[in-house]
């Protein structure tokens, strides 16, 4: 797994590149929280380059979302290849996060 997260304000950029297994999950849970600590109010995720979530990606994401959704914040999903998007739609989780086709959309839809 790759992982850059860019600051543009109250906003977070999280690209993650790769394979998000549960090897790596405690990290990317790790860099989404210390994001938040340095007030992040939104999170955007970068899924175009990634090939595969596990499980404990899914639940590093609800846990950020869960941390922000008292303030009004949200965590934001784009660019997901089919294999990630199964996972999501399978898991329920296509409800539970905004999910756009790019990143021009999600920023868009912030405002």
């Not at 999950?25 to 596990?54: C, N, P, W």
């Not at 660019?79 to 868009?108: H, I, K, N, W």
């Amino acid at each position: 797994m790759e992982l850059q997260i860019d600051r543009q304000g109250r906003i977070a950029v999280v690209t993650v590149a790769g394979r998000l297994s549960s090897a790596v999950a405690d990290a990317f849970d790790e860099s989404l929280q210390r994001a938040l600590d340095d007030g992040a109010a939104e999170v955007l995720v970068d899924m175009s380059h990634l090939t595969f979530i596990a499980s404990t990606g899914l639940r590093a994401l609800i846990l950020a979302a869960k941390r922000l959704n008292p303030e009004g914040g949200r965590v934001h999903l784009f660019g997901m290849d089919e294999p990630v998007r199964d996972v999501f739609q399978v898991s329920g989780l296509m409800r539970v996060f905004p999910v756009y086709a790019t990143r021009a959309e999600a920023e868009a839809a912030l405002g």
